[in-house]
């Protein structure tokens, strides 16, 4: 076999091994999940330190000045399954499932050199940064004796439903200047476009099979308890960051250095959120008396929502080297995020008479609508190999971690307030690919492999083991939650990429 192909395949092989669908929750909590564009994004984004190509204005800015010439590049996940599954999630042996397949632009740049100022290069980019949607419900409908006042069995029926679609799509324009043959320096600014869109409904009902009880001193026909408890939220978040960066080249080795700030709030709207909950006819099962039957219910929109999506400050180094061979080079890049404190995502004033039913000890309105949100430090790194398998034909293949930043966070006094999100896992992500040159211009094509596993993570509800008033966490028609959801992630992406050199010749850096 020729010694070029067969490197290739085996690439290929290695990665297509793990493609096994197993139990996965994705997730929005994480800020490596993506990388930009193909040829960055097969070298799994370790290109702070160089190499970064179109997608230095989001790497490092500096490197916006390694272009040798202007180019217009249009890159995609060609295609992109996950395959959902949360095992027990509900209960012991109530799981969520869900599949989903995207196809989707993902990064599109302009990059100029002028020939009046040859130390500058710019860069107009846009790119998604994430675009997640999970879809998941599951029923109960069973034969249980949950109610402590009727006799024998009520049908028992359960619904969960869940969607959350996060989308952020980031648009900038950046530069970079030659200070030096060795010394770069750059900067870009960005607007980002945070739209989320949540929904989760539980709605628990056990009725009697008979028709009609006697309960106390009187008849009741059709007799049914129910617990209902739902929440809508929707939102567009503008927001405004900068990312500066540093590059030094010293013979084979190039160091590079990007800070990004925290964003700043500009505009939002688009603002919806709603959030409601309902008890009746439940049975105090210490005293054997009727609880309070009660409904909450409350919407606010537009100018009557603020909202703050928050985002760390992060710093990123980086190195690529090129081995004495000009063949091979590695790639290496770590960043840390800052963490942010919980702070109030969505917050409005609730209405005057949003319940009634509960006496004035058991009230629970205070920030009914209030959203939170928070994250803690993060610490990620990635490597990157490419090898010159011809003089256009480049292997390219990397490996970085992804640490979830919601993952076991304390959100102290804002503990038991709503959080659209679910399962948090670590992920970590495997790449590869080919990059050529065809007739001048930039072929890159490849894969993506992600996965992660946790286990023991707590039940989102126990539709299980249900009775009637759950002291514990005090919640009706559920039992209390165990620790028993087992949860992974697996992912497969397959990339193209396109880049159109034209115009505006310049030395190679």
Known sequence: MDKTIKPIICGFLIVLSGLIPGIVIPQSN??????FNEESSLLSGAVVGGGAGPSAIYYNPAGISEISQSKFT????????DLNQGENALGDG?????????IEPRFISYMINLKKFPAWSYEIAFLNNENSRLDLINSVDEQKNVLTQVPGNEKYY???QYSNHFRDDWIGIGGSVKLNDRFFAGMATFVTIKSDEYTNLLNIEASSTNDSLFIGNEFISNYTATYQQYVYLKYNDYRLLFKGGLLYKFNNL???????TPSVGVYSDGKRVTRSERRSNITDPETGEPMPDYAISDFKEKDEIEVSYKTPFSIAAGLTYKFPDQKRTLYSSMEYFNGVDPFRLIETEESPDL??????????????????GGAKPVFNAALGYSWALSKNLFLMTGFRTDFNFQKKFNYQ?????????????????LTGGLAWNVFGQDIVTGLQYTFGNNKDQKQIVNLSDPVEYNTVENKPLQGTRNNNVQ???NSFIIYFGASFNFGGNKEEK
Request: proline share 4%; no cysteine; charged share 15%.
């Open 30 to 35: 994480n800020y490596w999940q993506r990388s």
């Open 74 to 81: 249009l890159n995609a996940s060609l295609f992109s399954i």
């Open 94 to 102: 109530i799981d969520l499932e869900s599949f989903k397949g995207i």
């Open 158 to 160: 359960a619904l969960f």
């Open 254 to 260: 190039s160091i590079g250095l990007n800070f990004t």
């Open 355 to 372: 319940g009634n039913g509960l006496p004035a000890d058991e009230r629970i309105f205070s920030e009914w609508l209030t959203f939170v």
């Open 413 to 429: 006094d804002y503990a038991n307030l709503p959080k659209p999100q679910l399962i948090r896992l670590d992920l970590y992500h």
């Open 487 to 489: 949860s992974h992630y």
